[in-house]
Antibody, heavy 123, light 111 residues
Framework: QVQLQQSGPGLVKASQTLSLTCAIS??????????WNWIRQSPSRGLQWLGR?????????DYAVSVKSRISINPDTSKNQVSLQLNSVTPQDTAVYYC?????????????WGQGTMVIVSS | QSVLTQPRSASGTPGQRVTISCSGS????????VHWYQQLPGTAPKLLIY???QRPSGVPDRFSGSKSGTSASLAISGLQSEDEADYYC????????????FGGGTKLTVL
């Protein structure tokens, strides 16, 4: 059974960096048949896909254009986890952040989700 | 504002059948599969339907999905009180700006 366990601070000051970690159990961050995504949810913006990392002989990343200049998603193979960094945050980045898996067995669908981390950006 | 359009709310009584619609465009629903998620209060979304009409293991067959053109629907038959939740549709988007787009969510109330 695949599980994703998120960790990270729930309060970040404006202009600083938001950093979250998603620990993976039951699967591998280096799997050739999975992609590891970050998604956020806020009342004003709803659900918003932020980006992903995946391994297909090499490591790849894709990011939403709206955050591309500020975001970094990185795998940590030694700890079997994936991290999210979002720089220069503003109060508009206040949201619940989720990590989620996409597997080749259910193409393009987020089949496993982390528990979510509420992040408040204080001005 | 969400890319995919869903009604804000829906309701039904126990035992009834309800449907939730999701409208998109040629670059998302029109070209790709639709997926549905159920979100109970205070929890993460859960995959309910994938690839338009497939149910993951453990999802009751009361839940079904369909797609036609640039629209999709989620149907719930034999409505139960525990079905009260928010429901979201999602699809891959062929544009370069973002890979996945979501609906704004439909709050289902069981009367």
């Amino acid at each position: 059974q695949v599980q994703l366990q998120q960790s990270g601070p729930g309060l970040v000051k404006a202009s600083q960096t938001l950093s979250l970690t998603c620990a993976i159990s039951g699967d591998s961050v280096s799997s050739n048949s999975a992609a590891w995504n970050w998604i956020r949810q806020s009342p004003s913006r709803g659900l918003q896909w932020l980006g992903r990392t995946y391994y297909k002989s090499n490591w790849y990343n894709d990011y939403a254009v709206s955050v591309k200049s500020r975001i970094s998603i990185n795998p940590d193979t030694s700890k079997n986890q994936v991290s999210l960094q979002l720089n220069s945050v503003t109060p508009q980045d206040t949201a619940v952040y989720y990590c989620a898996r996409v597997s080749d067995t259910k193409p393009d669908a987020f089949d496993v989700w982390g528990q979510g981390t509420m992040v408040i950006v204080s001005s | 504002q969400s890319v995919l359009t869903q009604p804000r709310s829906a309701s039904g009584t126990p035992g009834q059948r309800v449907t939730i619609s999701c409208s998109g465009s040629t670059s998302d629903i029109g070209s790709n599969s639709v997926h549905w998620y159920q979100q109970l209060p205070g929890t993460a979304p859960k995959l309910l339907i994938y690839s338009n009409s497939q149910r993951p293991s453990g999802v009751p067959d009361r839940f079904s999905g369909s797609k036609s053109g640039t629209s999709a629907s989620l149907a719930i038959s034999g409505l139960q009180s525990e079905d009260e939740a928010d429901y979201y549709c999602a699809a891959w988007d062929d544009s370069l700006n973002v890979h996945w787009v979501f609906g704004g969510g439909t709050k289902l109330t069981v009367l």
